[in-house]
């Protein structure tokens, strides 16, 4: 059987954090069902950036950190193999081959999950924000809502969002029958259906898997309010550099994602950006069916809905509620850092100890070369013969015939009179 490799390439804001923490999840049911998931926890993940920050003074480059999951993953292991990362689209050919031949797969099948324009701009915006943007709403939809595609804004929404694009970038590793399309549900109350047709890509029975945390699958972006505060705050931290605004900018969202549950309306295209949305969502769709792809789903849940009654088109944020906001997030950074000083002094503390103890096994080491031959090799005899007994004692602690042996051992001397 041919170990084939399946690789969800995105597009960002459509159901990836849900596939992914479902996966994460249930990594052992997939590996029954023959499937090996490839990728870190959210927790593993965030240890090793900020273990490689740490030592390098640098975030580590995506594409070397997909290829050590890859590599890690693939180790050992004869079935499919599924990697899910919605940066996967736009990247280059040469790293799409490596990342195959690093897999040993001989054969690759392409999953782009796709969402209806008009819910994908304000939560791309809102995301943005999160991650250090600042651009106000009315910039950020006059930039991107155009076909020029001439200013960065635009190019970096649609390298990540226009999903038939990334099929042709990557046609030139697998043929179209190895291509699908899977389309969001129109309602995300019943976010199952998306994992089903994911299943039915992988040839597996969806039945059985345990839903993940809301916590850990929903990828809720900050409110309008939070992510207001968010954007001015970044614009007064502008010329932070690059081993400060790591830190910084996690810790600022962290403390304002608090006001997520914050009741506010939802945020929706303006409505004289909806007839551009339209006719993009729409050529978008012909494209699609041009490339003969498998749709997993209806194309036609990737048209904009009506217009929502209740939501609003502009971020109008009063400056009571940025006040309010802005405390809160001062309170939550309050805790982040209580917690992060009494991580650091621990840690100092542990350091200090560890170099009393270096101190210590240096004098003595000096102490050892200063000493006659003789006395000395007697010295490190000595130290040697009790490094071993210690190590005696840890195993004796660990494995339970060598406890039993032990205790046998000190009945036998107590019956004896020797002394244990």
């Not at 499919?80 to 040469?94: K, N, T």
């Not at 809720?220 to 900018?249: C, I």
């Not at 009741?263 to 950006?273: C, G, N, W």
């Not at 088109?313 to 939550?332: K, P, R, S």
Request: proline fraction near 5%; charged fraction near 30%; include cysteine.
């Amino acid at each position: 059987m041919a170990k084939r490799l399946f690789l969800h390439l995105g597009a960002m804001k459509s159901g990836t954090t849900y596939i992914q923490a479902l996966c994460t999840e249930n990594q052992e049911r997939l590996e029954q069902a023959g499937v090996r998931w490839v990728r870190a926890s959210e927790e593993e993940k965030r240890a090793a950036e900020a273990d490689h920050f740490l030592r390098t003074g640098e975030e580590e480059p995506r594409n070397t950190r997909m290829l050590r999951q890859m590599r890690q993953a693939s180790r050992d292991w004869d079935g499919d193999l599924f990697m899910s990362m919605e940066l996967l689209g736009p990247r280059a050919p040469g790293f799409q081959r490596r990342l195959i031949a690093t897999a040993g797969a001989d054969e690759l099948y392409l999953i782009v999950s796709a969402r209806d324009l008009a819910r994908v701009i304000p939560s791309r915006w809102q995301q943005t924000t999160r991650e250090s943007g600042t651009w106000t709403w009315t910039e950020y939809v006059r930039q991107v809502c155009t076909d020029a595609e001439e200013n960065q804004t635009a190019h970096g929404f649609w390298r990540h969002q226009d999903v038939a694009q990334m099929l042709r970038h990557w046609s030139a590793v697998t043929e179209p029958d190895r291509m699908y399309l899977v389309t969001v549900p129109v309602s995300w109350s019943n976010r199952g259906v998306l994992w089903r047709r994911f299943a039915q890509v992988l040839g597996i029975d969806p039945d059985g898997y345990r839903e993940p945390d809301d916590s850990e699958s929903a990828n809720t972006s900050l409110s309008m309010t939070a992510a207001e505060v968010r954007r001015r705050v970044t614009q007064r931290v502008g010329d932070l550099g690059p081993s400060h605004k790591y830190g910084f900018k996690n810790a600022v969202s962290a403390a304002l994602y608090g006001d997520r549950d914050h009741k506010e309306p939802r945020l929706q295209i303006p409505a004289s950006y909806r007839p551009w949305v339209e006719q993009r969502s729409r050529r978008m769709i012909d494209e699609l069916k041009e490339l003969q792809v498998e749709v997993v789903g209806d194309l036609d849940e990737l048209l904009p809905g009506p217009p929502d009654p209740d939501a609003v088109e502009t971020v109008e944020v009063g400056e009571a509620d940025l006040l309010d906001t802005a405390l809160d997030g001062l309170a939550g950074l309050g805790r982040i850092m209580g917690e992060t000083s009494l991580e650091h002094q621990a840690l100092q503390h542990r350091y200090a100890v560890l170099e009393r103890k270096q101190a210590e096994l240096a004098q003595e080491n000096a102490e050892l070369r200063r000493q006659p031959a003789p006395a000395g090799k007697q010295l490190r005899e000595e130290r040697s013969n009790q490094s071993i007994a210690q190590r005696t004692r840890r195993i004796a602690r660990r494995s339970r015939t060598a406890r039993w042996c032990v205790q046998k051992l000190r009945a036998v001397r107590r019956r004896i009179g020797q002394p244990r």
